[in-house]
């Protein structure tokens, strides 16, 4: 799968998997940005950014205190009606601009993407390319945000014109460091909105990346303000300022319905993009070693932490055992290690996720499942046979091939 969310096949999951030389020890410290200026670790208190790979401290993220989130609500509506009215051509111009910066810096994101993301090095450039696509996309939509003339009385007719929506509050997930902020932030000040971004604290270098190319491209001060901090204490407070006119969030579906429940309450219009749940329906007409590679491409990237990323495969009796047998033997050669190595899948993002995911292997075989391939900390598992499972599967390096008694006629 590609950073585009496009199935790739298994043998072009990565475009390519040498090795970046020497391998990074660090990434460039977190900083806020508000109001124009950059404020460091040495000006705040301090989370710690952790390699996947190697688990090391590899950088540091400065906190936002209360100050720093008004401050930086204050700059978004300051520079709300400026940005406004701001010919969306010359917005088209900077976020373009912007673009082009990613792909000139792509080696150093990149690289700093695999230091605090894990995904290997491949995937990683693959991604600013595909984020500084889809800003250019998203600059051009800006120019042709067209109204429309519609019939009125005899003596009149009715004009509707699109308007921004105003400030934005935009806030962001680890798993795709670059893109899902690149596109949120391409689509508002394309549209002539301001933005505070809250990206994850866990993968900060991607995002002040960002930050740095629109500003280096010449956007204003204010008009996009980056926060890292307390995600809670600064969703709550974003939230509840009468500056900001709409939510923005990419996330776990909990977070989610958290965030909608305080925007509701103001009646603040709220864009989620939440968790998936994909099943794979594989049919006896089909070619099942096929779809098991194509499968095996779409389920291993990005360590399976996408929403897009297949869960539950749906086999009928006929094609079956072809289709567990390819994917197990597909699966077991899959290389998984340090993103900076020659590999097909890198490590799960944090602790968190390796903690939150192994119980699913173990409850599945409990459930009378059979290890298909796999087993081991570091390796991708399978398991076939499952008739029913009392959790519900995420999306991580693990996949359930439903069993036989449960599958659909032939």
Request: net charge neutral; with cysteine.
């Amino acid at each position: 799968m590609s950073a585009t969310g496009q199935v790739r096949p298994a043998s072009a999951r990565t475009v390519d998997k040498e090795a970046p030389m020497p391998r990074p020890n660090r990434i460039p410290d977190g900083e806020l940005h508000v109001d124009g200026r950059w404020i460091g670790v040495d000006e705040r208190t301090t989370f710690d950014v952790e390699d996947p790979a190697r688990r090391s401290v590899v950088g540091r993220v400065p906190v936002a205190t209360d100050d720093d989130v008004d401050a930086a609500l204050e700059a978004a509506d300051r520079a709300w009606v400026p940005w406004r009215e701001t010919s969306p051509h010359r917005r088209a111009e900077i976020v373009m601009g912007a673009a082009q910066l990613l792909r000139e810096r792509a080696e150093p994101i990149a690289r700093a993407m695999t230091l605090e993301n894990g995904k290997p090095y491949g995937d990683s450039l693959d991604e600013v390319a595909y984020t500084a696509d889809i800003m250019d996309s998203m600059a051009t939509d800006g120019t042709r945000t067209y109204g429309r003339v519609l019939p009125g009385s005899a003596d009149g007719r009715m004009m509707v014109l699109r308007e921004p929506v105003g400030p934005v509050a935009a806030f962001t997930t680890w798993n795709y460091p670059l893109t899902v902020p690149g596109r949120k932030l391409a689509a508002a000040l394309s549209a002539g909105c301001t933005v505070v971004l809250k990206p994850a604290e866990e993968t900060p270098a991607s995002a002040v990346f960002l930050a740095h190319a629109l500003e280096d491209a010449g956007l204003p001060a204010g008009v996009v303000n980056v926060l890292f901090g307390d995600p809670e204490r600064i969703s709550a407070r974003l939230i509840a300022s009468p500056v900001i006119r709409k939510v923005s969030f990419t996330g776990s579906t909990a977070v989610g319905q958290h965030l909608a429940r305080q925007s509701g309450a103001l009646a603040k219009p709220t864009m989620l993009e939440l968790g998936g749940h994909a099943p794979v329906l594989v049919f006896a007409d089909t070619d099942p070693e096929a779809v098991a590679a194509q499968a095996l491409g779409a389920k291993t990237h990005n360590t399976g932490q996408s929403c897009g990323s297949p869960i539950r495969f749906f086999v009928q009796e006929a094609v079956y055992d072809r289709f567990v047998a390819r994917f197990a033997e597909l699966l077991d050669a899959v290389e998984v290690g340090d993103g900076f190595d020659a590999v097909d899948m890198g490590p799960l993002a944090n602790a968190r996720r390796f903690e939150a995911m192994a119980p699913y292997v173990d409850d599945a075989l409990a459930r009378g499942a059979r290890l298909a391939a796999g087993g081991t900390g570091t390796t991708p598992s399978a398991t076939s046979g499952v008739r029913r499972c009392s959790r519900t599967c995420p999306t991580t390096r693990w996949s359930c091939v439903r069993s036989r008694s449960a599958r659909s006629p032939p």
